[in-house]
């Protein structure tokens, strides 16, 4: 990221679509995930329930269908959520949030992706696609803890809008200002929920502060 200018926070905190968590525990949860003394098998643990929590606030705009059923007192109009729910985590670090997604949305199809971004170009490359060829879901939440240059993002999004899914929303743990922006310019038509929005890239295009290599963090690869 060395000469390439970079947006501040103040610049895409206006952005239409973007949902910045506002809730204490997240807060809470996210000191002890950045702490760089944090053990993997707490790293892990933590990535699951922040996923849990963005699964909560993600959701929060999804459709219902009435449903009637009985209470041990009476008949009464209930709901159930109208029509399929996909997570397509981003391999390998999309996994914890996904499990976290699943905590919350029992009944759920996962669709496994993986992009690995190459560490000296910045670019990503596909490795890994279980997508499946019948899409029928009134939503798939993309998942990736980290969203840096924004280019593992935005393949995300134009795989899974490929595929022909109307509806995607992108959740991420730590986004920087630049992804931010770069994701949100490429595909203005999506929802973007983040834990926390930090400062900037390093030139070697890690997010600043953040908490390292989310992916090596999970599963204790250093
Ligand atoms: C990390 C992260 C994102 C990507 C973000 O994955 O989980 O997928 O980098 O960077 P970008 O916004 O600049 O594209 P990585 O490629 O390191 O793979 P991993 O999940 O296997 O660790
Ligand atoms: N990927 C990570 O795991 N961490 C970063 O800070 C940027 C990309």
């Known amino acids: 990221m060395q000469g390439i200018p970079q947006p501040g926070?103040?610049?895409?905190?206006q952005?239409?679509?973007v949902h910045i968590s506002r809730h204490p525990v997240m807060a809470h949860k996210m000191t002890l995930l950045r702490n760089k003394?944090?053990?993997?098998?707490q790293f892990y643990r933590l990535v699951k329930e922040i996923g849990s929590l963005l699964a909560y606030e993600a959701t929060a705009g999804l459709a219902l269908r009435e449903k009637t059923i009985e209470t041990p007192l009476e008949q009464m109009q209930g709901y159930k959520l109208a029509g399929g729910i996909?997570?397509?985590p981003i391999l390998r670090a999309g996994l914890g949030l996904?499990?976290?997604?699943r905590e919350v949305l029992h009944d759920v199809q996962i669709w496994h992706l993986g992009l690995r971004r190459d560490e000296r170009?910045?670019?990503?490359?596909?490795?890994?696609n279980q997508l499946p060829h019948k899409v029928d879901l009134q939503i798939c939440y993309a998942v990736d803890p980290m969203l840096a240059t924004g280019g593992s993002a935005i393949d995300a999004v134009n795989i899974l809008k490929a595929k022909g899914i109307q509806r995607i929303s992108f959740v991420c743990i730590i986004a920087a200002p630049y992804g931010l922006l770069k994701l949100s310019e490429a595909h203005p038509d999506i929802d973007i929920y983040i834990a926390a929005l930090d400062e900037r890239l390093n030139d070697q295009g890690y997010i600043v502060p953040g908490l390292g290599d989310a992916g090596d963090r999970q599963f204790g690869t250093f």
Not at 9 to 13: A, C, D, K, N, Y
Not at 121 to 128: F, G, P, S, V
């Open 121 to 128: 170009t910045l670019q990503a490359l596909e490795y890994y």
């Open 9 to 13: 926070r103040t610049e895409v905190l």
């Open 86 to 88: 996909g997570i397509t």
């Open 15 to 17: 952005l239409p679509r």
């Open 98 to 101: 996904a499990e976290g997604f």
């Open 37 to 41: 003394e944090t053990p993997a098998a």
